[in-house]
């Protein structure tokens, strides 16, 4: 009986430990398993959170490209192309703007105005002018009202000389006084040979004593006597003014003037003359005040 109860103790404790043996061999045949799994997990589903910790910088990149809206309970919403390019072209406007305002090639205290002005002369250039204008060479431009060259009174301009007169000779007298049908001389004679009138008119208005007559301006045929190609006058003092430059500007180009004078004795009272700044040509006259006289009537 004892022996037998042996045998049942004995029988008990292999069924034990063979028990124990079939679920320990099987609890080891699973972890592979979950390893194996755990593992390709982890290869296709990395662990963000500890990937962007490590890199702070990616882990403020991705919480701008993916905000976070569930919160919010807006919706995400993608911009149309022409949304974008209007976008671009605004920020674009702007900048150009920008650099407008900030661009250091832009100097505060230029002004292009005041470079195009023209310069007023002062009181020495004023007097200067007025010692030009008086000149016989200019003083007769001074006594008719003109724009273009061609209205010019020539026995005007010349009536005093215009500096290049001379004594004429007895044949150039007798000359003068036959034709008037006179004996003698009762003023001032003088004569002014065609080639020096011819010269001065091309100096102060770009046309010989011809082309003025051909292009329209009334000659002195009168005064004109062929046989010594030359012009002969008795003349007084009727002619004579005293002007006097008050004001002035010269041309942003520096080139030419233009000068207000007045003859508050004479019978040009005022009047505006246009010339080259070096007094060499004239380029119009305006009576504004005074009596224009015409000699030949």
Known sequence: MQKYTNIQKYLTITFVICGLGICTGCSKAEEPSQTGSNANTADQYPDNSQAADSNPTERGKASQEIPDLTESGKSFQVPSASESENTNQIATASEDESSLVDSPEQPDDVST?????DRKLTPAELQT???IIQD????GFLMSDWDKPTDINLYEVFYSGAGISRDGTEAEIQAFLKRNGRDELYTDFFVMDKTAVSSLLQEKIGLTYDEFVMKGGKGMEEAYYAESDSFCMEVGDTNYCLFECTEGVENAEGNIVTL?????YSWIEEG???????GSSIRYNHILKGDILDTTE
């Open 272 to 278: 505006e003359v246009q010339m080259w700044k070096d």
């Open 113 to 117: 105005e005041d470079s195009l002005t």
């Open 129 to 131: 002018y007025t010692e």
């Open 136 to 139: 016989f060479s200019n003083y």
């Open 260 to 264: 207000h004078y007045v003859g508050p």
